[in-house]
């Protein structure tokens, strides 16, 4: 009767250890392989754009040359022919790309545009890398190296997205090139390796005009769209 007791007691515990990690599963989760990635901005549709406004104490790479882009300039697809209106050129996108809509594409734009301004100010380049053409990350890139070799850290912080509207729009053969200009506020400090504030203000807001172009191959199977220039309007 002893051991019967015993038989029973160790089928208790058992059912009890089942129960606890049954429960420990069900609040926990599991891995199952398939865990949620940080979402491309193009591939999904990122909330509204937080409501905001600065130009950077440190410009993103790009920023303090208006006439000069952060990659290597891509020929217009019209060079000789006359101009087509903003709307025209969209219409030429979609019809290109008919999943293309300029809504969609904005809030996308929005999502990579808060995505890559934080990157960089953290020096987060494995984020950077999928987002960026290839001349546009080593830019971005030696800037976050000279940075850290300077033993500097840029803090950014962008309180919202006031503005966003596409302003450029064009075919490059089976490229689309769209252009937003963003109008955000930002609040943005360098410290030195001691943490003291060598620019900026961490108590400033101020508002930064950026204009980016992005661009995809309409006839390619992926559907996210790279940061291949960067300037800025004074």
Known sequence: MGDGFVFVEILIFAMIAAFLVYRLRSVLGRRTGEE???????????????AGAPDNVVPMPGRDRPAQAASAPVSPAQSHDEPVSLHAALAQIAAADPSFDEKHFLQGACGAFEMIVEAFAKGDTATLRPLLADDVYDNFARAVRERQAAGETLETRIERIADADVVEARMDGRTALVTVKFVSEQMNVVRDRNGAVVDGDPNAVVEAVDVWTFARNTRASN???SLVETRTTH
Not at 36 to 50: G, I, K
């Open 223 to 225: 559907p996210n769209w």
């Open 36 to 50: 949620r990635q940080r979402p491309n901005p193009f591939t999904s549709r990122p909330d509204a754009p937080r």
